[in-house]
């Protein structure tokens, strides 16, 4: 997956596949990076709130709003304190969360 900044707090997300075999009969290494979605950060008091995701290609109705009311998917950055020690199985179900959003929509 690759975020590639594009304007403000906006990122366009790819994501990509790599082939070092080839595929098929073709044993020639190649990879491939398709656009999946628009991330757009949430920022106050110079501190990262969370970010929205919108699916390209999913045109909708436009909405007007905030970027957490707009978004087809709201992540919400909950470790704002450097304090606080991070929870290692928060990492795992992060990963499950995007596993399961990754194979709805037909990736996985």
Known sequence: MRFTYTNDSQ?????????????????????????FAKAEFVVEN?????FGLNIIGDDGDAQSG?????????FVKTNLDSS?????SLDSALDSALFSLWHSIGFF
């Open 66 to 74: 905030s970027v957490e009311e707009t978004a087809e998917v709201w």
């Open 46 to 50: 110079e501190k990262v709130v969370g």
């Open 84 to 88: 606080t020690t991070r929870d290692p």
């Open 11 to 35: 990122y366009s997300i790819s994501i990509g596949s790599i082939y070092p075999h080839g595929y098929g009969k073709n044993s020639t290494a190649f990879s491939t990076l398709v656009p």
